[in-house]
């Protein structure tokens, strides 16, 4: 069995059951993986049987030495490897000795990704240099706000999802139903960005149509602008999509919120709900466990009142419009 051509089978039967996360991890270990192999000559060689430890020792040299991949980044190609190798085996009715048994397919440990309030206060007095870092940082402090929204949430939220003072929506990830209610520096972004001739709320999708292309290039766009963000504040600030959320339940630990209100309100799926009531209860209780949060912050620093390039301030009480006018533009790169 060539291996490659049922590697390709594997992703396009992903992408026909809407799998399509997977189907981009699929893509891109294949696409690393026969850079490899045509380094080695031998891309319309592989077969099953070819799948051996020193190939993929070799490849795991090749991700170190040549690509200066990460540990981790190395062992999320493996798994990706060894899911299909697994999976071509048993179609095939093959036994082989396991190949992957001493190819590190673990997690290391990362940097800790949560900032501080200190921090987070640093990154949201930033004056960006552009609207598209000023887009991103709002997009950030959007993210915080709305209990550590994820970046794909924030990018498919559209005008149905808020009703009566509140963002309702399904997470992407976990499909488990969240409500938050809108603070108004949320509603200061909201009314900042908010397009008029589109379902969508924030200028990520154009038009009413979800283009994979668009959302991941929005993505890629959104983590260059806050790495630039992490590094003008200090050099040693890394921030990337993950951080405001990470950022929101660590403080609300410290908070002493209790985990199971942390769980519920990022829309973890390892909490039970037992009833609608309990959720509205969670809720209620979610919704003061915000706005402590940005009670926290407001109350540790009086913050100076600082005007910026775009009309918008920031101080004790967070975003406040100076203008009646929007802010219209396509998320494209800029730096």
């Known amino acids: 069995m060539n291996f490659i051509d049922f590697f390709k089978i594997e992703i396009a039967k992903k992408e026909q059951l809407g799998k399509k996360k997977t ?84 997690v290391d440990k990362t940097i800790k990704r949560a900032l501080d309030l200190e921090t987070l206060r640093k990154v949201i007095e930033f004056l960006p240099k552009n609207k598209h870092l000023e887009f991103s940082k709002d997009i950030f402090i959007f993210c915080f706000f709305a209990r550590g929204m994820s970046f794909i949430d924030f990018a498919k939220l559209k005008k149905q999802n808020i009703s009566n003072g509140r963002i309702n929506y399904y997470r992407s990830k976990t499909q488990r139903f969240i409500s938050i209610k809108i603070e108004p520096p949320m509603q200061a972004i909201i009314n900042k960005y908010q397009q008029k001739d589109t379902d969508y709320i924030f200028p990520i999708f ?9 959302y991941n290039n929005a993505l890629r766009l959104y983590n260059l602008h806050l790495n630039q963000i992490g590094k003008a504040i200090r ?101």
């Open 206 to 214: 154009q038009g009413n149509i979800q283009e994979e292309r668009i």
């Open 235 to 335: 050099k040693d600030i890394h921030l990337t999509s993950y951080v405001a959320r990470h950022s929101w339940a660590t403080i609300a630990r410290a908070e002493n919120v209790p985990i199971e209100i942390i769980s519920e309100s990022l829309g973890h799926s390892n909490q039970q709900t037992t009833s609608i009531y309990i959720k509205s209860l969670n809720n209620i209780v979610a919704d003061s466990a915000n706005k402590k949060i940005i009670n926290k912050l407001k109350k540790e620093k009086k913050l100076k009142k600082n005007n910026t390039n775009y009309a918008y301030c920031f101080y004790q009480d967070f975003y406040i419009s100076t203008r009646e006018e929007q802010i219209d533009f396509t998320y494209t790169l800029e730096y």
């Open 23 to 106: 189907a981009t991890n699929y893509k891109s270990t294949l696409k690393s993986f026969t850079e490899f192999l045509r380094l080695k000559k031998q891309i319309n060689k592989i077969e099953l049987n070819q799948i051996t430890y020193e190939l993929l020792s070799d490849y795991e040299i090749y991700l170190t030495n040549e690509r200066n991949i990460s540990r981790n980044s190395s062992s999320f190609y493996f798994r990706q490897i060894r899911a299909v190798y697994k999976r071509a085996c048993a179609e095939s009715e093959t036994y082989t000795a396991d190949p992957f048994r001493k190819i590190y397919t673990g």
